[in-house]
């Protein structure tokens, strides 16, 4: 899919020849103005609003088939809400929603959009990504004959805006979000025998290959074993599949300035270990790479934008599974720092990977540490699929990943880390124990993180609710490359 970026006013959008042409209503205080410049639907949209058959209100639209005056088959206009509401940009994509699903089942190869007021524009990542969300379809495997197996029908998107100039940060930034999310969305949801740990290593190996600005370094088990990351390894030990520690780096930035390290769990497949799992829905633990996937996912699109950052991504992968090489619940393991740790439960093995990963980034001399982890079922059950939790030990960090996730629209809230949270985890026969009573569950794992995280600033995000959707609509949202890379680019 190709984004094309043009200077176009709605009377021109309805010239150019496509097969869908979507028209974003100026906001209502402008639309006095609007609705008198002269363009081919402006009376039919007046008619409609005023017969109360099109309420001016986000998320509501107006399709159009064979319009006059319009080149287009298929003309959706779609309200943008009152520009008095707070949240612009949600209006925006509720609009984009909105208007993509009002196109879907249809033969749309090529598409044009039209932004109806110059203050929209600096809102195309959301409407770009809104686009490529509607549009994603997943293909690694599907049957050849299938209609899937093509992939996306649209291929060409044309984006219209008051001034093109003006537009092209917030144009870039939107084509590098959804190039990025789609390969967060790809890898995410291939199926775990095809997202094998050292295919994921291919996979960031082959990004690095294809983007000259991303190097990559992939890690098998005997140089894991020489860093001393006995507790990743201990996760590792009941797989046949061989772990592997990705290393990657974009290095855009000065020398001398310190790099973000961003740190993403990549379980391949989550069957808990000893501590075994229930049958029921075990299949979507295949999602428990979506940490890692959104690190590819934001690599992906740092290399398509090239912005002037230093950010290191680090990738621990490995199978959780039951063997007779597992390791059993009260099996004490030694992780890189040389803490001792109670493996009172093999299926809090999130924690158990993350903690050598966020010792390892201290060489980096970072300034700061982001984890990104589908870590608890508790995050779920507190949050729900709208925020991802956001744990912290420094307010201004946490600040920051809050604000960049209200202004891309991929939200994320703030938990505790009090002390007595980590009552729980005390051990009678370690440093440590892996996991404490089921009480606040997201809490007392970003508790066991934090031992391992004193030496510079960090931040826990816990995906599990938000990273993927089940159900019908089973699949990855890419979540949250749209607030990692809204809070890289604001750097
Ligand atoms: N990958 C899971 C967390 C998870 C579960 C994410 C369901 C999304 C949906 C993690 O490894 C896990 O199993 N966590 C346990 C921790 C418990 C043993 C303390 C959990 O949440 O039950
Ligand atoms: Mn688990
Ligand atoms: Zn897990």
């Known amino acids: 899919m190709k984004f094309q970026l043009k200077t176009l006013t709605p009377a021109q959008a309805c010239t150019e020849k496509s097969d869908a042409l979507l028209i974003l209503l100026p906001s209502q205080a402008k639309s006095d103005k609007a609705s008198k410049a002269s363009w081919p639907l402006a009376q039919t949209v ?24 319009v080149a287009s088959r298929v003309a959706v206009v779609m309200s943008a809400g009152k520009s008095v509401d ?54 690694a495997t599907k049957g050849t004959g ?80 020489k860093l001393g990351m006995g507790s990743f390894m201990s996760v590792a ?21 310190a790099p973000t390290v961003l740190i993403g769990k990549g379980v391949t497949f989550d069957t808990g270990g000893i501590s075994l799992k229930g049958g029921a829905g075990m299949d979507e633990m295949k999602f428990d790479m979506c940490g890692a996937a959104s690190v590819l996912g934001t690599f992906r699109a740092l290399a398509e934008l090239k912005p002037k950052l ?31 740790i109670e493996v009172l439960n093999t299926d809090a093995e999130g924690r158990l990977i993350l903690n050598d990963a966020l010792v390892y980034a201290k060489r980096f001399k970072p300034a700061a540490v982001v984890d990104i982890a589908t870590l608890t079922g508790a995050c779920g059950i507190a949050l729900g699929a709208v925020r991802a939790g956001l744990f912290s030990t420094n307010d201004a960090l946490a600040a920051e990943l809050h604000n960049a996730g209200e202004r891309a629209l991929d939200l994320c809230w703030r938990l505790p880390l009090d002390d007595e949270y980590a009552e729980g985890l005390k051990s009678n026969f370690a440093d440590v124990a892996n996991v404490s009573d089921r009480q606040g569950g997201a809490v007392t794992a970003a508790k066991f993180l934090e031992r391992f995280a004193k030496d510079y600033p960090w931040a826990h995000l816990d995906i599990a609710g938000v990273a993927w ?12 490359v749209g607030l990692l890379l809204e809070w890289l680019l604001a750097k």
């Not at 008619?47 to 986000?58: I, M, R, T, V, Y």
């Not at 995410?188 to 082959?206: D, Q, V």
């Not at 690095?208 to 600005?213: F, G, L, M, S, V």
């Open 46 to 69: 007046q008619g409609a609003q005023a017969s109360g058959d099109f309420e001016d209100k986000a998320g509501k639209v107006l399709t159009l088939y064979g319009a006059a005056g």
């Open 86 to 139: 707070k949240n612009v940009a949600k209006n925006v994509r509720d609009a984009f929603a909105a208007g993509m699903a009002a196109l879907k089942g249809r033969s749309v190869k090529k598409l044009t959009v039209v932004l109806g007021d110059e203050s929209q524009s600096q809102h195309l990542p959301i409407v770009m990504q809104a686009i490529a969300d509607a549009t994603y379809v997943y293909t």
């Open 146 to 225: 299938t209609k899937d197996k093509s992939g996306r029908m649209l291929a060409q998107v044309t984006v219209g805006v008051a001034d093109s100039v003006k537009a092209k940060a917030a144009f870039a930034h939107g084509q590098a979000l959804v190039a990025g999310m789609d390969f967060a969305k790809e890898w995410a949801n291939r199926p775990a025998n095809y997202a094998t740990p050292t295919m994921l290593g291919e996979a960031a190996k082959s990004l690095a290959k294809a983007h000259p600005a991303v190097l990559c370094e992939v890690l098998g088990p005997s140089a894991v074993a």
């Open 237 to 257: 030990r009941g797989s046949n599949e061989p772990l592997r520690f990705i290393v990657l780096k974009y290095m855009g930035g000065a020398k001398t300035t």
């Open 310 to 340: 230093n950010v290191i991504g680090l990738i621990p992968a490995t199978e959780n599974m039951p063997s007779g090489h597992a390791t059993k619940p009260g099996d004490v393991v030694t992780a890189m720092d040389g803490q001792t």
């Open 469 to 480: 959707k089940g159900g019908r609509e089973k699949g990855s949202t890419a979540r949250p």
